[in-house]
């Protein structure tokens, strides 16, 4: 359990301990944007930043907010969902050139509430991300419990996270202090270096 930081905080905080300038990340859920822009200040003007979304709205808001910040020449958007990555992400880099993915469930801040993430789609995405994964890259998940199968959805993440081979990848699950509201949960998975 951690206390008083935002889990999109301590997100930011994990893919910083490993994305650096010049590198490729990836945001699976734009949403308004916040993850994609932090992602291309990260790896600055010589990286890349892959960016989906299913809602044309967040991926307009998104563009909005990287144009505002000089920080649009580096990420490409694209309107589709996460489940596309192995088709969207250029075959060059899907075998150990992506340094950090992120992900953070649920629906978009604002808007639909109806329109979610489902556990199917997260989960092919998920298992997509992997093998895109650098020695030493990152995944981050913010999953939220609160929505209309958002507890199946987290549930299931963190089952698929615990399959995962311990020799391969170091998985960490952090909770925010217990609250009478459902509490969102951050998964970091992290691809061990390989001696």
Not at 29 to 36: A, E, L, M
Not at 117 to 140: C, D, E, H, K, R
Request: net charge negative; with cysteine.
């Amino acid at each position: 359990m951690i206390a008083n930081t935002s889990l999109v905080t301590r997100a930011h905080d994990w893919i910083k301990t490993q994305l650096c300038t010049g590198e490729i990340a990836i945001d699976a859920t734009v949403g308004n944007g916040h993850d994609t822009l932090f992602l291309a200040q990260t790896v600055g003007a010589k990286g890349k930043v892959y960016g989906f979304d299913i809602q044309q709205d967040a991926l307009d808001t998104c563009y909005q907010r990287l144009v505002t910040n000089n920080a649009d020449k580096q990420v490409s958007l694209h309107h589709a969902g996460h489940e596309t990555l192995p088709i969207v992400i250029p075959e060059t880099l899907q075998h150990g050139e992506i340094k950090a993915v992120m992900f953070n469930l649920g629906y978009l801040p604002g808007g639909d509430k109806q329109r979610t993430t489902y556990t199917s789609t997260t989960l092919s995405a998920l298992n997509s991300a992997l093998p895109m994964l650098t020695q030493q890259g990152i995944i981050t998940i913010l999953a939220y419990s609160g929505h209309p199968g958002g507890q199946e959805e987290t549930t299931s993440v963190k089952t698929w996270a615990a399959s995962l081979n311990a020799d391969n990848f170091k998985v960490i699950i952090e909770t925010p202090p217990p609250s009478p509201r459902p509490s969102p949960e951050l998964i970091i998975i992290n691809k061990l270096q390989l001696n």
